[in-house]
């Protein structure tokens, strides 16, 4: 075993000779990356181990960034290795053998023990979900016909491209099964840790109250048994069965902060929408989760779960793991540099503040230009928006006396005029700006549903598999890549009935901008740091989202978009719109004609 770090080639390699490359590798593993050598050049030196030039597998480009190495403190292995390399193993005597359910918790383990796993880990399976997980410092990598799975400190861990989970319970948390099933913990080390004893009861108080409220009706009786009875065939192993097994994972679910998850939407693992999705994508569960009192049980739910993020005991996601917000994937994706750090809790960190707002996100300030409210992406947009229409039939069209309260008089500058719906990625930056200078006239934050989906999504991607012979891990690929979009793309929906920040700022040059940002499921919070009659400037801070990813609603005035160049002839005026902004970028320019 090799110690070396990769060197990039800062001259031109083109110049020199190749040589023959006996003394080079085909192929070596350097940490968790596959490099593929290119050719040999005349003479080694320090910052290039035997002058042999690789460039990385997956890179194939026609002009490939070329890479010497250097001694360093990577471990090598002369192949390329898979993650996991399947049927090998680790030979000689490991430094220490210990229990793990699946090869990729073994993954875990070596990586946080990297004193007494400096070259890899092997697993092998004893039964379903159980297994024997070796730690080696100094080996060689051999075949083995047993079915043996092996691999590098670095795999799981930092395959950034892959997400590896072999059931859906560890899609939740490492050691969710054991908690649901009170059962002996193999790995504790591995586990987010549970908040303090007084949280507990909080928890379990407000889950009972849901029991209560349930058992105490008829109505709402017949609903989840009819909900768990139509689950999709397709989810219902990614399901807690019936309404009380329900109860007891909500139990252990509102107990885990969203931890950072490979290949889940906007790699964001939200524990209780996990444990839901099952049902809400049944007509019954729909119904169920929008009922005014499942709602505000919920709502009290989400309330508790809110205090858990606050406090001290949610920061323990942030750690360097595979499920950790400061795991090597996590900060390919989280800009940290940018943001004030030392973060308290989970909250904290999601509601992170731009070190330098004005220079990392400067304002365009074309005196017409609509900027962008925040670190968003295009959802959806429309034109010529009617007062009322029906939301419970189809996913199709804004009403604007919903999405502003049922308020008339809020709602009636905006008709026919234009809408535009972004997303806040749960990965970026989750506060929200004026996007025009004004005086606000209207400021109201509506409580909603806090679980919300229409009829269409409830239904989409039920049949994940579509009829085909698929692997379970297939299975739960289409699950975490599909499961959720149903949620997901039912933004215009959540627009009109769910928990809501409403603004509406009286532009002297744009006329009246409606704003409406919205909490989806457990983060289905938003505050408000303006208030009615305040003056602000474009680019000035309303407030922000809390827990997760989030949706933002701007209207524009029908006289407004007729006005514009944009708008001339009665054309869209979102047609050239881009698919992501950063705050404070330009949205549109509503010069007049």
């Not at 192929?27 to 050598?37: A, F, I, M, Q, R």
């Not at 505000?296 to 793991?321: K, Q």
């Not at 289409?478 to 409403?502: F, K, M, P, S």
Request: charged fraction near 20%.
């Amino acid at each position: 075993m090799t110690w070396i770090r990769p060197w990039n080639i800062i001259f031109l390699l083109s110049l020199c000779s190749a040589l023959p490359t006996k003394d080079c590798v085909q192929s070596k593993t350097v940490g968790d990356t596959c490099y593929e050598l290119l050719y040999k050049i005349p003479e080694a030196f320090e910052n290039c181990l035997d002058g042999c030039v690789y460039k990385e597998l997956s890179d194939s480009s026609s002009s490939p960034t070329r890479i010497c190495f250097a001694v360093g403190n990577l471990p090598v292995t002369n192949e390329c290795l898979g993650c996991p390399a399947m049927n090998m193993t680790w030979m000689g005597k490991p430094t220490v053998t210990k229990p793990a359910s699946t090869w990729e918790k073994c993954g875990d383990l070596c990586y946080q023990d990297q004193e007494r796993c400096k070259a890899g880990w092997t697993w092998t399976e004893e039964a379903f979900y159980k297994g024997s997980c070796s730690l080696f410092n100094n080996s060689k990598l051999m075949p083995n016909q047993e079915g043996a799975i092996s691999g590098t400190p670095f795999c799981p861990v930092e395959d950034c491209d892959h997400h590896h989970f072999t059931t859906w319970w560890d899609v939740v948390s490492p050691c969710f099964k054991k908690r649901v099933q009170n059962q002996t913990i193999d790995n504790p080390e591995l586990c987010i840790p549970e908040p303090n004893p007084t949280m507990k009861t909080k928890i379990d108080d407000s889950i009972q109250a849901l029991k209560t409220t349930v058992y105490d009706s008829e109505e709402l009786l017949a609903l989840v048994d009819k909900m768990y009875e139509n689950v999709p065939t397709d989810y219902a192993e990614y399901c807690p069965g019936d309404f009380d097994a329900m109860i007891t994972y909500l139990k252990v679910v509102v107990m885990i902060p969203p931890t950072f998850l490979i290949g889940a939407a906007n790699y964001i693992g939200v524990p209780i929408t996990t444990v839901a999705l099952c049902f809400l994508h049944t007509q019954e569960g729909r119904k169920f989760f929008a009922n005014p009192k499942v709602n505000e049980n919920m709502r009290t739910i989400v309330n508790v779960y809110a205090e858990v993020l606050n406090s001290s005991d949610s920061i323990s996601v942030f750690n360097d793991g595979r499920y950790g917000w400061k795991s090597t994937c996590a900060k390919r994706l989280v800009k940290y540099e940018e943001f004030h750090g030392g973060f308290k809790s989970f909250n904290d960190f999601f509601t992170r503040d731009i070190k330098d707002v004005k220079t990392k996100r400067p304002l365009d300030n074309g005196d017409y230009v609509l900027t962008a409210p925040g670190d968003v992406a295009l959802s959806y947009h429309a034109m010529n928006v009617d007062f009322n229409n029906s939301l419970y039939m189809k996913n199709e069209k804004y009403s604007l006396l919903q999405i502003f309260n049922n308020e008339p008089s809020v709602a009636q500058p905006f008709v026919g005029g234009a809408i535009l719906q972004v997303y806040f990625p749960a990965t970026k930056y989750h506060c929200y700006h004026a996007p025009i200078s004004g005086e606000i006239i209207y400021a109201e934050k509506v409580p909603g549903i806090i679980y919300a989906i229409d009829e269409v999504n409830a239904a989409k991607n039920n049949d994940l598999i579509g009829g085909k012979s698929v692997s379970p891990q297939e299975k739960l690929d289409l699950w975490l890549e599909l499961g959720q979009n149903g949620i997901i793309d039912t933004e215009l929906y959540l627009a009109h009935v769910a928990t809501r920040c409403i603004f509406v700022i009286d532009s002297p040059i744009l006329g009246k901008v409606g704003m409406v940002f919205v909490g989806m499921t457990e983060i289905s919070s938003c505050t408000m740091i303006k208030a009615k009659g305040e003056i602000v400037e474009k680019g000035e801070k309303l407030g922000n989202f809390q827990f997760g990813g989030s949706s933002g609603v701007i209207a524009i005035q029908k006289e407004t978009v007729e006005e514009s160049k944009m708008g001339e002839n009665g054309d869209t005026i979102w047609r050239d719109i881009t698919g992501e902004w950063l705050m404070g970028q330009k949205l549109v320019d509503l010069t007049p004609l």
